[in-house]
């Protein structure tokens, strides 16, 4: 398997400490994080060649986080240094009942301003033959989406496998397009399909019965919001997607289906109790879904493996899946007791 390449912004993460609200002390804990980064961090960390593509300001805020990405063994040479700001989320953990909340600054960030004439479409495409993209990216602005729709039909050129996590965020598309008006015609050049249910309604138009708000569809409705998706873009291989009933904030059950046109397959599912961070839970899920399918013969494989890659996500602080191979393994093996390794 060669290089798997994504695209997109890697912020500057300022986490309230604990379950604290913000600045209920004069503290905040900053790390790295974004979804196309998370992805390819996590895939480098289990085991897999990757590269991550994005645009930073050069000082060291944007050097600090190419390091941070690189240090998990990342290639990062494809990385353009431009622009004036690192973008910046705020996040205050939730418990309980209370929901957690993110808080966006990332307006105007280098990779908001860049296009796609700023990139060498040759030298991040080199030896790779998978490119992994969000609905994040071509939200922030419409040279984003400009940039996000140049990169698909650079990867589809080159022979490339193409998925996207569509990842709907109603805090982003600001700057005067809705989300299917440009959805639609980027996942025209997507092989695989991530999303959550509500991805697939609000970032493609999907109409269904079913209601987003609700803990639990039923299998049957996201079977149906599948074939949907399927039936409307012809050149899809597949979707997956991920199942989260939301109990509280600190209990979530956690599992997914895979529709590839020729079986529906549903995963295992996990209780996650006592989260620690489910910031980047679907980031895992993606990179689990992807080292899966370049992995492993059979369909059904790549779900549970990325279902497992994700559920133990849920226990580590930060953006960031920190799990290896083994690790996974161990859980889908049915070693998820928590007791001491020694």
């Known amino acids: 398997m060669s290089k798997i390449v994504t695209l997109g912004e890697i912020m500057l993460r300022l986490k309230s400490p604990g ?15 974004g979804g196309e980064s998370n992805v390819a961090s996590a895939l480098a960390l289990l085991g897999k060649e990757a590269s991550f593509v994005t645009a930073l300001p050069d000082n060291p805020l944007g050097r600090s986080a190419r390091d941070t990405v690189r240090a998990r063994g990342v290639d990062t040479s494809q990385i353009v240094f431009q622009g004036e700001r690192l973008g910046v989320y705020y996040l205050e953990t939730g418990a309980n009942q209370r929901p957690s909340n993110v808080v966006y600054d990332r307006a105007g960030s280098s990779i908001a301003e860049a296009g796609p004439e700023d990139f060498d479409w040759d030298g991040v495409f080199a030896g790779a033959s998978w490119f992994h993209i ?22 589809k050129k080159r022979g490339l496998t193409v998925s996207c996590d569509l990842n709907y965020r109603k805090k982003l598309w600001k700057y005067g397009k809705r989300a299917p008006e ?6 025209k050049f997507v092989d695989v399909a991530i999303a959550n249910e509500e991805d697939c309604q ?5 109409e269904s019965d ?19 998706v399927l039936d409307k873009f ?9 199942m989260r009933e939301s109990h509280s904030a600190d209990h979530n059950s956690w599992s997914a289906v895979l529709n590839d046109r020729k079986d529906f397959v549903v995963s295992q599912k996990y209780e996650i109790k006592n989260i620690i961070d489910r910031v980047g839970g679907g980031d895992s899920f993606a990179a689990g879904l ?34 290896s191979e083994a690790e996974v393994l161990n859980l889908l093996k049915g070693d998820g007791s928590g007791r001491v390794q020694r």
């Open 290 to 323: 992807i080292y899966g399918l370049t992995s492993y013969e059979y369909h059904e494989e790549a779900l549970r493996f990325a279902v497992a890659t994700s559920c133990l996500k849920h226990s580590i602080p930060g953006d960031v899946a920190l799990v």
């Open 234 to 242: 012809p050149e899809m291989k597949m979707i997956a997607i991920t």
């Open 134 to 155: 969000t609905g994040i990216t071509p939200a922030l602005s419409e040279s984003s989406a400009a940039l996000s729709m140049r990169a698909v039909e650079e990867a």
């Open 19 to 33: 379950n604290e609200r913000f600045f209920q002390s004069p503290l905040l804990e900053a790390t790295f994080g």
């Open 182 to 187: 440009v959805m639609n015609e980027l996942v």
């Open 210 to 228: 079913a209601d987003v708000s609700k803990a639990d569809l039923g299998l049957d409705r996201y079977e149906d919001i599948s074939k949907k």
């Open 202 to 206: 609000k970032s493609l138009g999907i």
